[in-house]
T-cell receptor, first 117, second 110 residues
Framework: EAGVTQFPSHSVIEKGQTVTLRCDPI?????LYWYRRVMGKEIKFLLH????????ESGMPNNRFLAERTGGTYSTLKVQPAELEDSGVYFC???????????????FGEGSWLTVV | GQNIDQPTEMTATEGAIVQINCTYQ??????LFWYQQHAGEAPTFLSY????GLEEKGRFSSFLSRSKGYSYLLLKELQMKDSASYLC???????????FGPGTRLSVLP
């Protein structure tokens, strides 16, 4: 079974440009999450989708970030315009329906490394 | 507020035992998770505690004390492949919003 896949794995863009990150969750997982880790900091929650609906977007840093999950399958995270402080690793994760089951965890992708220069 | 603390780095010898501590202060608690992350790879699930006590899974054990806001991950019979970052994470409520600690980078030496 394929895990969570993310694309691109690495991206280098100039300040002011736009970047779109894509995440394909594990097949059948209704819950999809975006997290990010900026240099030297801990992994921080950005938002949570249940199918195509945003369940919690309290971690989105500002309106330069736009996440979508049309059709409830893959998700995209767009940063427009990118700033230097957006550099970091953007992790996507997914979990099955009924995510509150005892001990249920979330499954991470390998991350998309974004460098804004 | 939310605060999770872990040591930044630890070093241990192959075959030894190492304990990685985690203290947390969060607005809610619905489980503490440990993840292992090798450089450039996805964090992978190691263990989960929601009740006080010790959970054992092979060479890995995790302990939780909710009254003290404290957990540890115990790794026995260390192997070189255990060199990685170990992330402590708290699930605050019945959602799936995890709060992560900064991670502990463990180096296992021959």
């Amino acid at each position: 079974e394929a895990g969570v896949t993310q694309f691109p794995s690495h991206s280098v863009i100039e300040k002011g440009q736009t970047v779109t990150l894509r995440c394909d969750p594990i097949s059948g997982h209704d819950n999809l999450y975006w997290y990010r880790r900026v240099m030297g900091k801990e992994i921080k929650f950005l938002l949570h989708f249940v199918k195509e609906s945003k369940q919690d977007e309290s971690g989105m840093p500002n309106n330069r970030f736009l996440a979508e999950r049309t059709g409830g399958t893959y998700s995209t995270l767009k940063v427009q315009p990118a700033e230097l402080e957006d550099s970091g690793v953007y992790f996507c994760a997914s979990s099955p329906t009924g995510g509150f089951v005892f001990g249920n965890t979330i499954y991470f992708g390998e991350g998309s490394w974004l460098t804004v220069v | 507020g939310q605060n999770i603390d872990q040591p930044t780095e630890m070093t241990a010898t192959e075959g030894a035992i190492v304990q990685i501590n985690c203290t947390y202060q969060t607005s809610g608690f619905n489980g503490l998770f440990w993840y292992q992350q090798h450089a450039g790879e996805a964090p992978t699930f190691l263990s989960y505690n929601v009740l006080d006590g010790l959970e054992e899974k092979g060479r890995f054990s995790s302990f939780l004390s909710r009254s003290k806001g404290y957990s540890y991950l115990l790794l026995k019979e260390l192997q070189m492949k255990d060199s990685a970052s170990y992330l402590c994470a708290v699930r605050e409520n019945y959602g799936q919003n995890f709060v992560f600690g900064p991670g502990t980078r463990l180096s296992v030496l021959p």
